[in-house]
């Protein structure tokens, strides 16, 4: 199976700011996908990061608010921009693997005041 | 949209088999039924995948109907620590990513 890490794995930020967030997979995988989960519910799909083109984006999400870089099979970064507290959330990393288990990153916890 | 319906809650016995019904009438003939479990806001842990025909690992069971449209997954001895939300999942060709309904929060009591 796939190792994913995720940095950091949590943070408190103000309004109006903007977080990264770094995902690390200890194998090269094809796949990688961001989520959302708000509080009190389940997952949503945001993007599926592309190696070397951009990202694709799920229905109600866009590049502005959500811009994502995957330069290599192992890395990604999620970019949370010009926060608002309806964007506190976990956000998740996840890899497919061998093209039927897809595995999940620990989550990165994000509070914004 | 999720392409299953399970119930929202449901209470086990800790040391008896937990049986997590989920219904997935719409399924195709190329498309699999895999199951997570999501521990307190932890990232959500695999458990086990098939596509018509009963499987079994070291964590749990599934049980496909013949018709496929519903499945039931067995945790053989409930533990406290399998307090979880649980989540049954209908994927279709490999490498798309896995579409998440609401679950059935499962409470194992001792």
């Known amino acids: 199976s796939a190792v994913i890490s995720q940095k950091p794995s949590r943070d408190i930020c103000q309004r109006g700011t903007s977080l990264t967030i770094q995902c690390q997979v200890d194998s090269q995988v094809t796949m990688m996908f961001w989520y959302r989960q708000q509080p009190g519910q389940s997952l949503t799909l945001i993007a599926t990061?592309?190696?070397?083109?951009?990202?694709?984006?799920e229905s109600g999400f866009v590049i502005d608010k959500f811009p994502i870089s995957r330069p290599n099979l192992t890395f990604s970064t999620l970019t949370v921009s010009n926060m608002s507290p309806e964007d506190s959330s976990i956000y998740l990393c996840?890899?497919?693997?061998?093209?039927?288990?897809?595995?999940f990153g620990p989550g990165t916890r994000l509070t914004v005041l | 949209d999720a392409k299953t319906t399970q119930p929202t809650s449901m209470d086990c016995a800790e040391g008896r088999a937990a049986n997590l019904p989920c219904n997935h009438s719409?399924?195709?003939?190329?498309?699999?039924v895999y199951w997570y479990r999501q521990i307190h806001s932890q990232g959500p842990q695999y458990i086990i995948h098939?596509?018509?025909n009963n499987e079994t690992n070291e964590m749990a069971s599934l049980i496909i109907t013949e018709d496929r449209k519903s499945s039931t997954l067995i945790l053989p001895h409930a533990t406290l620590r399998d307090t979880a939300v649980y989540y049954c999942i209908v994927r279709g060709p490999r490498n798309t990513p896995l579409v998440f309904g609401k679950g059935t929060r499962l409470s194992v009591i001792a």
């Open positions: 990061a592309n190696q070397g083109s951009e990202a694709t984006y």
């Open positions: 996840s890899v497919v693997w061998t093209g039927l288990e897809q595995f």
């Open positions: 098939g596509l018509k």
């Open positions: 719409t399924i195709s003939g190329n498309e699999y």
